[in-house]
């Protein structure tokens, strides 16, 4: 439903049911915290944002930088403000602002750039991220942030509209200029009316009109690639680092990544075009004897031949160049992912209602990008730690649970995946201080459990996560046997309320450097936590099925 039709307040009022569990000697019938992750999508008691909502932080500004919602009047946008839905971002003259979405990816503007932001739809726990931007003009550098497995970025130009699947583009939008753009990571696809074209890593395009047939990216003499990259790292600098919020924004953000919402497309403010910018002569002259269409002749023509011979002769180093700049964005890139994800995940763990709200969290970002799946889990662990609503032991126990579901869903090694988890957790409890024998017990039943429920061999991921947890007690000083125990504990009290084989699990766990061996036979005295709540609503199957599609 779009914004604008939502009123001031709507409630979504959740009808509780009561997931009561201790950790042994529990009917299974009766309690089955396995279903945690999956039953927990719960946004509690949400309240529908009105807009204008907020879709990112502004975390560099240069000089003057305004904003403009529609209808309303200008403001000048400072470090740290808020920027919003449906807002028309202008920069002035030499000057540049970087927009950090609330995914954590980046967004940037050169000087006499014009943006609107027409749709930012974010939610982790459902596993999407859908952007759409207007550029009308001005120098642009995207670099992607978390992963989420339904993932869109679309840019709309005045030639045409890409199609973002992936992590670093940078490129120019100016009057009487092709409209160019390069792949430093990741894949694009270009559309306008009279066709498409697919651009891959590493490749540049250019199209010099909403009619001309797109070209072939591998024609785009590299010259040409390297002058505009050139223009791009004069204005724009090297890419951004993602910024670290403050709990204020993360909070913000957190709050605002729950809400199902579709975000609607609005008019663009018109901006008086200013001169064609330096710097892009090679793009036009390029345009200008054909070689941005795709009507082009196979073999390039005399002038055409004439031109590439002059463009290498102007960038000599143009394969340099352009590595050099690829290599940046990739850089960041990957760092961007990291931040991106833990900012994200520890504002929703800080910020969760329940424990199995920050299971759903986890369960999403592992499927979508199991590589950090140890960022994931030690960000969750900080998070909430700052959550007076979840225990430390429930959210312990939810990360491990998540993670192992999440990594069953992506299809990749689930040992591998609940050892990283299970570590990072200790890490993360040592960072934030807590009483890490617990937490190792609640670490390792919660990914047995998980494992039992989905059909995966609790042995091997009993093993895995005592491995993960000795491994991050040995490497933060702590006394390893001890943790050992606690972790081979948490996991024998899985098996037994889960009717799997603990002796498997033993002789499994026994088998991990720093495990006091236990005899097969051993019956583990019950941990006992706080009842867990998990508010469920039987007829609402997903809470945010209203979401815009990705």
């Known amino acids: 439903m779009p914004l604008r039709r939502c009123g001031n307040l709507m409630r979504v009022f959740l009808q509780a049911k009561v997931l009561t569990y201790r950790w042994a000697g529990i009917r299974?019938?009766?309690?089955?915290?396995?279903?945690l992750p999956v039953l927990a999508i719960s946004i509690g008691e949400a309240k529908a944002a009105t807009p204008p909502i907020h879709v990112g932080h502004s975390i560099t500004i240069e000089k003057n930088v305004r904003g403009q919602i529609s209808g309303q009047?200008?403001?000048?946008?400072?470090?740290?403000?808020?920027?919003?839905?449906?807002?028309?971002?202008?920069?002035?003259?030499?000057?540049?602002?970087?927009i950090q979405f609330r995914d954590g990816s980046t967004f940037e503007i050169g000087a006499n750039g014009s943006a609107v932001i027409d749709e930012l739809a974010f939610n982790p726990a459902e596993g999407k991220s859908s952007k759409i931007i207007t550029l009308t003009q001005g120098t642009f550098r995207y670099i992607s942030g978390f992963i989420a497995t339904q993932s869109e970025f679309t840019l709309n130009t005045?030639?045409?509209?890409?199609?973002?699947?992936?992590?670093?583009?940078?490129?120019?939008?100016?009057p009487n200029v092709p409209t160019f753009f390069h792949v430093s990571s990741g894949s694009a696809t270009y559309t306008n009316d009279a066709g498409t074209s697919s651009v891959g890593e590493g490749q540049s395009m250019a199209a010099p009109s909403r009619t001309t047939p797109p070209m072939q990216p591998e024609r785009m003499p590299p010259a040409v690639t390297?002058?505009?990259?050139?223009?791009?790292?004069?204005?724009l600098g090297a890419p951004p680092a993602a910024q670290a919020l403050s709990s204020e924004q993360r909070a913000a953000d957190a709050a605002a990544n729950t809400v199902p919402t579709a975000l609607q497309q609005n008019a663009q403010a018109q901006i008086a075009p200013p001169p064609t910018a330096a710097g892009l002569s090679l793009l036009t002259a390029a345009a200008n004897v054909g070689l941005l269409s795709a009507a082009a002749p196979a073999a390039p023509t005399a002038a055409q031949q004439t031109f590439i011979?002059?463009?290498?002769?102007?960038?000599?180093?143009?394969?340099?160049?352009?590595?050099?700049?690829?290599?940046?964005d990739k850089q960041q890139n990957t760092a961007n992912t990291a931040a991106g994800t833990a900012t994200v995940i520890t504002g929703a763990s800080e910020n969760a209602q329940n424990a199995?709200?920050?299971?759903?969290?986890?369960?999403?970002?592992?499927?979508?990008?199991?590589?950090?799946?140890?960022?994931?889990?030690?960000?969750?662990?900080?998070?909430?730690a700052a959550n007076s609503a979840v225990s430390a032991t429930d959210a312990a126990q939810a990360v491990t649970s998540g993670a192992v579901q999440g990594a069953v869903g992506a299809?990749?090694?689930?040992?591998?995946?609940?050892?990283?988890?299970?570590?990072?957790?200790?890490?993360?409890?040592?960072?934030?201080?807590?009483?890490?024998?617990?937490?190792?017990?609640?670490?390792?039943?919660?990914?047995?459990?998980?494992?039992?429920?989905?059909?995966?061999?609790v042995a091997a991921i009993a093993q895995a996560s005592t491995t993960g947890v000795v491994t991050a007690a040995g490497a933060a000083n702590l006394e390893v046997a001890d943790l050992a125990a606690a972790s081979q504990q948490g996991a024998i009290s899985a098996a037994e309320a889960t009717g799997a084989d603990?002796?498997?699990?033993?002789?499994?766990?026994?088998?991990?450097?720093?495990?006091?061996?236990?005899?097969?036979?051993?019956?583990?005295?019950?941990?006992?936590?706080?009842p867990l709540e998990i508010l469920v609503d039987p007829e609402v199957e997903n809470p945010t099925q209203n979401a815009s599609p990705s």
């Open 226 to 235: 390297a002058q505009v990259l050139q223009l791009v790292q004069a204005t």
């Open 502 to 530: 603990v002796t498997a699990i033993v002789q499994a766990t026994n088998q991990v450097a720093g495990v006091p061996p236990a005899p097969t036979d051993t019956v583990v005295a019950p941990l006992v936590t706080e």
């Open 356 to 384: 199995g709200q920050i299971a759903a969290v986890i369960q999403s970002a592992v499927g979508a990008n199991p590589n950090i799946a140890g960022v994931i889990a030690t960000s969750a662990t900080v998070g909430a």
């Open 158 to 174: 005045p030639t045409g509209t890409i199609g973002i699947r992936g992590s670093a583009v940078s490129g120019v939008i100016q």
């Open 411 to 457: 299809g990749v090694d689930v040992s591998a995946v609940a050892q990283a988890a299970a570590g990072a957790v200790i890490a993360g409890t040592v960072q934030v201080g807590g009483n890490v024998a617990e937490i190792a017990a609640a670490a390792s039943n919660g990914a047995v459990r998980a494992a039992a429920l989905v059909n995966v061999d």
């Open 28 to 35: 299974a019938a009766k309690y089955f915290l396995f279903l």
């Open 73 to 98: 009047k200008l403001r000048r946008i400072i470090l740290a403000e808020k920027i919003f839905f449906n807002e028309n971002i202008i920069t002035g003259d030499d000057s540049v602002i970087v």
């Open 309 to 328: 011979a002059q463009a290498q002769a102007a960038v000599p180093n143009a394969a340099a160049i352009i590595s050099t700049a690829s290599a940046q």
